[in-house]
């Protein structure tokens, strides 16, 4: 539930996993994706990066909430990946007693 998710974030207390949720519900991007953003992707007012699936270009206007977060290299290793899901698992699941992953947002 997107409700949900929306609370996650505004109590999340860590930027970084705050961004990580934002970016993944505002933007719909893959989880892999968003964690490995670089400076150069995240642009004045849109986000520019090649998808990790197929390849293409993706550019996309950045949401309003997201303007002001820190996005680049987020989850740079695979262990910051899997910490970063397993913390939304587990708020989702306190929060709505429902499994979701980081995918699920999408």
């Known amino acids: 539930p997107i409700k949900a998710i929306k609370e996650i974030i505004k109590e999340e207390s860590v930027d970084r996993a705050k961004a990580i ?15 490995e953003l670089k400076e150069e992707n995240v642009k004045d007012g849109y986000i520019d990066w090649i998808v990790s699936k197929n390849g293409k270009r993706c550019v996309l206007p950045m949401h ?21 899901s ?3 698992r ?13 995918h699920s947002i999408r």
Not at 21 to 35: F, H, K
Not at 90 to 102: D, F, S
């Open 21 to 35: 949720y934002s970016l993944a519900l505002y933007t719909g991007m893959r989880s892999g994706d968003l964690c």
């Open 64 to 84: 309003k909430s997201l303007k002001s977060m820190d996005l680049a290299m987020l989850a740079e290793t695979t262990n910051q990946k899997k910490v970063m």
């Open 86 to 88: 397993a913390r939304f």
């Open 90 to 102: 587990k708020k989702l699941k306190e929060k709505c007693n429902i499994y979701g992953t980081l």
